[in-house]
């Protein structure tokens, strides 16, 4: 790790915590007293601090609204029975959130700045972190555009941000999935790769045409052939077939190289299966399933972690699976979770200790 840089840190008179209840807690809902901002000038970040949470003030032209230069990232941090603050993975997801910045003309952001400032927040607010189980302290790394101009060029400067929400699951119960014949959510080329606002802007439409049909999210396919599977929403999809784990690969660029989906692969082959990243089409999972050999469907993510998937149509075939009766998903969870909450030791060397 690099030197850390100067940080001012303005503490919050008084703290919400106060009145909060942690019961009930939805997604990314409510959020803690601090949050850390810096501003890229001249060709330099600066004016990097921690302040109380609070509005912001944007010129109407600010680019980022125009014309979407916008990036984050979603990461966890949780506590041990002594009450030590940990991060999972962060350095995976500051690696991420520059290539994001690459692919989007935007400036990297220095680890020290991204890594220490993301620590020093987690460790004033750090109060917040939930201590049930599925819930825990959401960090949201954000960077955008704040040039007051309208031109279709890269901003000459930028804000980066973060913020903390205490959360509960994100999904609640296993999930029916529409497999989207209609929509791409990307093409090679384009920005699939990076966790970029865009992108989840052009779901929601899909999305609502799912809900319609009574399905909680859908399953992209790729967008030439709509043939492929891709992503499950905003998760990485998984598919059990036989005493091998199946997933998509990321070559293609289209597909977001999820950190919850690494963790996995990593811990079903501790498990003893065979890791398959390949292109899946969808008439080979169907193939699979006429013949008893699709045993689970799960998604992964970090706001999702581990989310099985009940029903999968496609077309007018219907896949129907009996979660309670799933060994896999379930174990791999309990392993997530057990390295998460401090249970087990931390082997692959995952916690960064705040």
């Given at each position: 790790?690099?030197?850390?840089?100067?940080?001012?840190?303005?503490?919050?008179?008084?703290?919400?915590?106060?009145?909060?209840?942690?019961?009930?807690?939805?997604?990314?809902?409510?959020?803690?007293?601090?949050?850390?901002?810096?501003?890229?000038?001249?060709?330099?970040w600066k004016n990097i601090e921690i302040k109380p949470y609070q509005p912001l003030l944007l010129d109407p032209s600010t680019a980022a609204i125009h014309y979407g230069q916008a990036i984050f990232e979603g990461i966890k941090a949780y506590k041990d029975n002594e009450g030590n603050a940990f991060i999972f993975r962060p350095i995976d997801?500051?690696?991420?959130?520059?290539?994001?910045?690459?692919?989007?003309?935007?400036?990297?952001?220095?680890?020290?700045?991204?890594?220490?400032?993301?620590?020093?927040?987690?460790?004033?607010?750090?109060?917040?972190?939930?201590?049930?189980?599925?819930?825990?302290?959401?960090?949201?790394?954000?960077?955008?555009?704040?040039?007051?101009?309208?031109?279709?060029?890269?901003?000459?400067?930028?804000?980066?941000?973060?913020?903390?929400?205490?959360?509960?699951?994100?999904?609640?119960?296993?999930?029916?999935?529409?497999?989207?014949?209609?929509?791409?959510?990307?093409?090679?080329?384009?920005?699939?790769?990076?966790?970029?606002?865009?992108?989840?802007?052009?779901?929601?439409?899909?999305?609502?045409?799912?809900?319609?049909?009574?399905?909680?999210?859908?399953?992209?396919?790729?967008?030439?052939?709509?043939?492929?599977?891709?992503?499950?929403?905003?998760?990485?999809?998984?598919?059990?077939?036989?005493?091998?784990?199946?997933?998509?690969?990321?070559?293609?660029?289209?597909?977001?190289?999820?950190?919850?989906?690494?963790?996995?692969?990593?811990?079903?082959?501790?498990?003893?299966?065979?890791?398959?990243?390949?292109?899946?089409?969808?008439?080979?999972?169907?193939?699979?399933?006429?013949?008893?050999?699709?045993?689970?469907?799960?998604?992964?993510?970090?706001?999702?972690?581990?989310?099985?998937?009940?029903?999968?149509?496609?077309?007018?075939?219907?896949?129907?699976?009996?979660?309670?009766?799933?060994?896999?998903?379930?174990?791999?969870?309990?392993?997530?979770?057990?390295?998460?909450?401090?249970?087990?030791?931390?082997?692959?060397?995952?916690?960064?200790?705040?």
């Open positions: 790790m690099v030197a850390a840089p100067q940080i001012n840190v303005q503490k919050a008179e008084t703290s919400k915590l106060q009145s909060f209840s942690f019961e009930n807690l939805p997604f990314g809902k409510y959020f803690t007293d601090h949050m850390l901002e810096a501003d890229y000038e001249d060709g330099e997801n500051y690696k991420r959130f520059n290539i994001s910045a690459e692919r989007l003309r935007m400036p990297p952001v220095p680890e020290e700045v991204f890594m220490e400032g993301m620590r020093l927040l987690v460790q004033i607010d750090k109060n917040w972190i939930p201590n049930q189980d599925d819930h825990s302290l959401y960090i949201r790394p954000f960077m955008f555009s704040t040039e007051a101009t309208l031109g279709v060029k890269p901003s000459d400067s930028y804000k980066f941000m973060i913020i903390l929400s205490p959360t509960g699951p994100y999904y609640s119960k296993p999930m029916r999935i529409y497999v989207e014949e209609k929509f791409s959510r990307a093409a090679p080329g384009g920005i699939g790769f990076a966790k970029a606002a865009g992108n989840y802007a052009s779901s929601l439409l899909p999305a609502a045409e799912a809900h319609k049909l009574g399905y909680d999210q859908v399953l992209w396919t790729d967008a030439v052939e709509h043939k492929y599977v891709q992503e499950i929403g905003t998760m990485n999809v998984f598919f059990i077939i036989g005493n091998k784990a199946y997933t998509p690969e990321l070559t293609s660029g289209t597909i977001l190289a999820g950190v919850t989906r690494d963790s996995a692969i990593t811990i079903l082959k501790e498990m003893g299966f065979e890791i398959i990243e390949d292109r899946i089409s969808i008439d080979d999972v169907i193939k699979a399933h006429k013949a008893g050999e699709l045993r689970e469907v799960f998604g992964t993510g970090t706001a999702a972690t581990i989310s099985p998937i009940k029903e999968l149509r496609y077309k007018d075939y219907v896949m129907e699976f009996d979660v309670s009766k799933w060994i896999v998903s379930p174990e791999l969870k309990r392993n997530l979770n057990d390295i998460r909450n401090s249970k087990v030791a931390d082997r692959f060397g995952w916690m960064f200790r705040v």
